[in-house]
């Protein structure tokens, strides 16, 4: 048993975050977790104590344990008293801050001296939570000698870069939650990528086109492709830029408008990619003009808080309509029913402030977990889900099982804050063709 008085940093506990890689915390070993249950849990009947210097003192320790144990600290009963309820959501509500500052914020990297790129492509895994792979392993034996001193992520990825003659190979991993590092060495050195670093977010231009259409001038039209990637410890649910907010100017200080103004593009979030790219496209640019000296916009990005899970106890006996609210997000138990040889399970899923996390083309709902587990800790997933409502304030899906749902706990884990991040970049001297 842990002693009350301890610290985090006595615990040595951290937590690895599913889908958001919040730091800088790392998953805890089996008899931490124990240890840090029982703690909690000695803690949360401390917080019922009449005696004020107890309450206050489990409050603030709760607080001091940080975010990992969020996860454990159990829900106040209808028997719970007013001020019970407001201390645990207080913590509630200071932990969860915890893990939104931890999301939008760059990660940053310290490291010195030379070192093999292996060496320092390790220490940058464990300062941040990213994890960065070579597309050969002899490239891990290559020295570099670097100078990071609280260099945000992607400048640190950038200065590791330029001094090896890697670059990112965009179609190395599958992973959406590593980047891969390649060779480079036949690339030219003379032309360089216009780029921009916006906290957790690294833009370029990858390519520009102009093009004429002899049957109809007005289809004449100049195309600039914008590659946005994340942090790969996040996957972000969504990141569009609104033309509205795209300020163009060409290299004599006019402004270049984009053909479509008022439109949003969409990109498109995919599990197994940490990018997404956009075409811009603009009236056909005069061969005069050599360069567009300046694109500014706005990344509208959500991105998913912390995942909360959701306990359905005694499944089989539940009323439909039963819900859980955390954290701003409200799972539903909509009810079993029987489908041939399969049982559905209908589950709705909702958000005080969704930010758009919900609509049609949103697919990340889809892989939350859901899974029945019974009294032994024995779990049994869902074989299959079927989509029976959606719109940008609720979800409704039918998850199959093979057995019908008995005493059996369901699992429901979801993100539950979800967060909305505009993020400002600006791209200079992008040459034009």
């Not at 107890?54 to 719970?80: F, K, M, N, Q, V």
């Not at 916006?198 to 195309?223: E, G, K, M, W, Y």
């Not at 008995?406 to 200079?428: D, F, H, R, S, W």
């Amino acid at each position: 048993m842990i002693d009350k008085g301890v610290k985090l940093d006595s615990l040595k506990i951290c937590v690895a975050w599913m889908l958001i890689g919040v730091l800088p915390w790392i998953a805890m070993g089996q008899e931490d977790e124990l240890d840090l249950i029982d703690r909690v849990t000695e803690l949360q009947k401390q917080l019922e104590s009449k005696v004020a210097a107890e309450h206050e003192r489990a409050e603030s320790e709760l607080i001091e344990l940080g975010p990992p144990i969020l996860d454990y600290l159990e829900s106040a009963t209808e028997e719970s008293t007013t001020d019970y309820r407001q201390r645990l959501q207080r913590i509630r509500t200071r932990l969860e801050k915890v893990v939104v500052n931890s999301v939008t914020k760059a990660s940053s990297v310290k490291a010195s001296g030379k070192m093999t790129v292996g060496a320092l492509l390790k220490q940058i895994k464990q300062q941040t939570g990213n994890d960065i792979g070579v597309a050969d392993d002899s490239l891990l034996d290559l020295e570099v000698d670097v100078s990071m001193d609280g260099l945000e992520f992607w400048q640190a990825l950038e200065q590791l870069m330029s001094r090896t003659k890697l670059g990112i190979d965009r179609y190395g991993s599958a992973n959406a939650n590593q980047l891969m590092l390649g060779s480079v060495n036949n690339q030219p050195t003379d032309l360089a990528v216009p780029t921009s670093i916006a906290r957790i977010f690294q833009a370029q231009i990858t390519r520009v086109d102009s093009s004429v259409n002899l049957a109809d001038p007005q289809l004449d039209f100049t195309t600039v492709n914008l590659l946005v990637r994340w942090e790969p410890r996040l996957r972000p649910i969504s990141v569009d830029i609104p033309l509205s907010q795209v300020k163009m100017t060409d290299e004599f200080g006019d402004q270049i408008k984009a053909r479509n103004p008022d439109q949003v593009l969409y990109g498109l979030v995919q599990p197994e990619i940490p990018e997404v790219e956009f075409s811009l496209q603009l009236p056909r640019v005069d061969r005069q003009i050599e360069n567009i000296e300046s694109i500014q916009a706005t990344i509208e990005a959500v991105l998913p808080g912390r995942s909360e899970l959701f306990r359905f106890q005694n499944v089989g006996k539940l009323k439909a309509g039963y819900e859980i609210e955390k954290a701003g997000a409200t799972v539903t138990f909509e009810g079993v029913q029987k489908n041939e040889d399969l049982f559905g399970i209908r589950m709705s899923l909702s958000f005080d402030e969704a930010n758009n996390a919900l609509e049609s083309h949103q697919s990340w709902v889809y892989q939350n977990e859901v899974y029945l587990q019974d009294s032994q800790g024995k779990r049994e997933d869902a074989i299959s889900l079927e989509t029976l409502h959606q719109d940008k304030e609720r979800v409704t899906i039918q998850y199959y099982f093979l057995k019908e749902p008995g005493p059996q706990t369901l699992v429901y884990k979801t993100p539950a804050t979800i967060v909305k991040m505009p993020v400002q970049i600006e791209l200079k001297k992008i040459p034009l063709p």
